[in-house]
């Protein structure tokens, strides 16, 4: 992922995230198919998943997800969703769903929103992070 810097007859420049230049031949992009993001704009939605325990009280959580987003200098405004997108055995998987100008503040959003939703989980609700259980049977008295 990067940003055309320049287009030539036989190659095509491309800055990628940790500021090095790729050089790539015209020709891989004329046998490769790729995407343009930012054709028409670089907005871009970014995606959190969580995984916890069943008991999590997901409307919390969409709560906490609502007041990170809000008033953050990354976040755009339009999209702020948090669903149930699976479940497992043992987990279910929460998907935060942001948007945001472009993929480079998209990627420190998500960073931030991850960090500080596993912040929120182990505070207020840590029985909740997902866990492996044992049940053993209940010893039988005998009277």
Known sequence: MGNVEEINLTYVVVNIWDKRRLVLPITYFIEKPFQNWTRTSAEILGTV????????????????????????????????VLQVTDLKEQTIELRCLMSCRNSGQAFDLRCYVREEMINYI????????????????????VH
């Open 122 to 141: 182990q505070k207020y609700f840590p029985d909740c992070l997902s866990k492996t259980r044992i049940d053993y049977p209940k010893e039988v008295s």
């Open 49 to 80: 998943f969580i995984y916890t325990d069943f008991k999590v009280p997901v409307q919390k959580l969409r709560e906490k997800l609502t007041d990170l987003l809000t008033g953050h200098p990354l976040w755009d405004g339009k999209v702020n």
